[in-house]
């Protein structure tokens, strides 16, 4: 080689390795970039007698002044969880509103990031949304089961129909019945949120792994101490993020097939139509019974037999 061509090929060279080098830096760019976190969807049901400073049935009911304020705490009380369920790893959060009408929860005021499902009626209720693809079930204000005290606005679905349920033998809170449809899809409950009596039957019913916050003591069915409030969205932050934190160690709620329920009425006229349903009996003059072996089927029965309740 002479030194022309030495002159020629030397800048040439130089070149090739830049480009080389450019091409190597990025294809390690490109391995080095984040991969997207796996999908964890959580699912949010909430209720409004557990949220912090509701303490009567007026701040529950849309035609009562009382209601617009309480439901900005709904909406306050579900964010500082949505906010810990994110910092926690959640990749998707859905929140059902689940009392009443349903349409609480101003859509506006739910943090950005979460889906918001609302409205009524819904086939599941206040486990609209719910499906075998979540990692994680919460739910957020909720309450005690009818005739626990002291307890804030405890019933069991309907205050005016329903005096006890019964599955299997075991007398359900609310959040009960939803964690067991919860469990048909495989989906564990990890956290609830309520006065200090549903936080009690929660853990007593799911286990004591079970993350509760409690955002208020009941002094009776209608007066509580609400916990401090700065303390209490700190805590439902907290609480959130631990929840999914120790998520391997949580197993879904699983009752054992047939499911047995028995529905206790306040009085014998809201039994009287439920009993025109094949395979539901009236074992006495308040209560039906009915088995299944589904319990997505069962959970469907039981609320229709509670809206027939409703109209009889
Ligand atoms: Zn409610």
């Not at 040439?12 to 830096?25: D, E, G, H, K, R």
């Not at 909430?46 to 035609?63: K, L, T």
């Not at 349903?102 to 979460?114: F, G, K, Q």
């Not at 929840?243 to 014998?268: D, G, M, T």
Request: hydrophobic share 45%; net charge positive.
């Amino acid at each position: 080689m002479n030194n022309r061509m030495k002159r020629l090929l030397l800048p040439l060279l130089f070149m090739v390795s830049v480009l080389l080098a450019v091409n190597q830096l990025s294809a390690q760019g490109k391995t080095a970039a984040p991969a997207s976190p796996p999908p964890l969807k959580v699912f949010v049901s909430v209720d409004m007698e557990g949220i912090w400073g509701v303490v009567h049935g007026n701040q529950c009911s849309a035609n009562s002044p009382e209601y617009q304020i309480a439901r900005k705490w709904m909406a306050q009380d579900t964010n500082s969880v949505v906010q810990g369920l994110f910092e926690g790893g959640a990749t998707e959060v859905v929140v059902n509103d689940s009392h009443g009408s349903m349409r609480n929860i101003i859509a506006s005021e739910l943090d950005p990031r979460a889906v918001l499902i609302s409205g009524s009626p819904k086939p599941l209720s206040m486990m609209e949304g719910i499906d075998s693809s979540f990692a994680a079930c919460i739910f957020v204000g909720y309450h005690a089961r009818a005739g626990s005290a002291p307890a804030v606005l405890d019933h069991t679905i309907s205050g005016a129909a329903i005096y006890s349920i019964r599955i299997n033998g075991i007398e359900m809170p609310e959040l009960g019945i939803n964690a067991a449809l919860a469990g048909y899809f495989k989906v564990p409950v990890v956290m609830l949120t309520g006065d200090t009596e549903t936080c009690r039957q929660a853990q007593e019913l799911l286990g004591k792994e079970l993350v509760t916050v409690a955002v208020k003591e009941a002094i009776n069915r209608l007066a509580a101490r609400n916990y401090a409030r700065e303390k209490v969205l700190v805590d439902l932050r907290e609480g959130a993020r631990k929840a999914l934190a120790s998520l391997k160690n949580f197993r879904s709620y699983q009752l054992q097939p047939p499911y047995q329920f028995e529905i206790n009425l306040h009085n014998s006229q809201q039994a009287e139509l439920g009993i025109l349903i094949p395979g539901v009996r009236r074992p006495a003059p308040r209560t039906l019974t009915f088995t299944s072996q589904d319990y997505l089927e069962a959970f469907k029965l039981a609320r229709a037999l509670i809206a027939l309740a409703g109209v009889s």
